[in-house]
């Protein structure tokens, strides 16, 4: 059965340092695999996907993920992190047949100044 | 294009009562899903449509039912509402299977 882990329930960083998020994945196939952001009281904006191909994908706002069949790990990287980004964070899996998402259960980034 | 559109966007009610939400999918979009969102479950999936048809359903009982129009717009509803319902209601709707979902901003229910 698929299913998506997200090891760390919460994250703080300081404005300006680096970031990784960890998702480890678990599936039959050659996975489909994104990360979607979500502000307070908002729903799911895309940060970016992997379907095939370069195994590292780029996103927007300057986030990006590398894909490692080899570790079941789809983890996301900012460089430089803004005190915008603070929000939750999830990754997710595409089952192989129907169009069911499978959801970590999130990642909260705090960011201080 | 306009993004998923859901309405209302806040909703209370009362044990007992019946809930239906609504979801306008993006132009062109057959397929329809709807999450449930809590902070305890995380997000879990409720249900899929595509082209006025259920495709898949979650684990959920059978007071949450669902259907879709012609016109690819999609309700939800609940009935005989618990407090455990209390969530937001997420739909995103996308081309077809392995396409990337977009989400709408969801619906706050709360039930007292």
């Known amino acids: 059965a698929q299913s998506v882990t997200q090891p760390d329930i919460h994250i703080t960083v300081s404005e300006g340092a680096s970031l990784e998020l960890r998702c480890n994945y678990s599936y039959g196939a050659t996975p489909y695999l994104f990360w979607y952001v979500q502000s307070p009281g908002q729903g799911l904006q895309l940060l970016l996907k992997?379907?095939?191909?370069?195994?590292l994908v780029q996103g927007i706002k300057g986030f990006e993920a590398e894909f490692k069949r080899s570790q079941s790990s789809f983890n996301l990287r900012k460089p430089s992190v803004h005190w915008s980004d603070a929000a939750e964070y999830f990754c997710?899996?595409?089952?192989?047949?129907?169009?069911?998402?499978?959801f970590g259960t999130g990642t909260s980034l705090t960011v201080i100044p | 294009k306009a993004g998923v559109t859901q309405t209302p966007r806040y909703l209370i009610k009362t044990r007992g009562q019946q809930v239906t939400l609504s979801c306008s999918p993006i132009s062109g979009h057959r397929s329809v899903s709807w999450y449930q969102q809590t902070p305890g479950q995380g997000l879990q999936f409720l249900f899929e449509y595509f082209s006025e048809t259920q495709k898949n359903k979650g684990n959920f009982p059978g007071r949450f039912s669902g259907r879709q129009f012609s016109n690819s717009r999609s309700e939800m509803n609940v009935s005989t509402l618990e407090l455990g319902d209390s969530a937001l209601y997420l739909c995103?709707?996308?081309?077809?299977?392995?396409?990337?979902?977009?989400f709408g901003p969801g619906t706050r229910l709360l039930v007292l």
């Open positions: 997710a899996v595409g089952a192989f047949t129907g169009n069911q998402f499978y």
């Open positions: 992997y379907f095939s191909g370069d195994t």
């Open positions: 995103a709707s996308n081309e077809g299977n392995r396409e990337t979902q977009y």
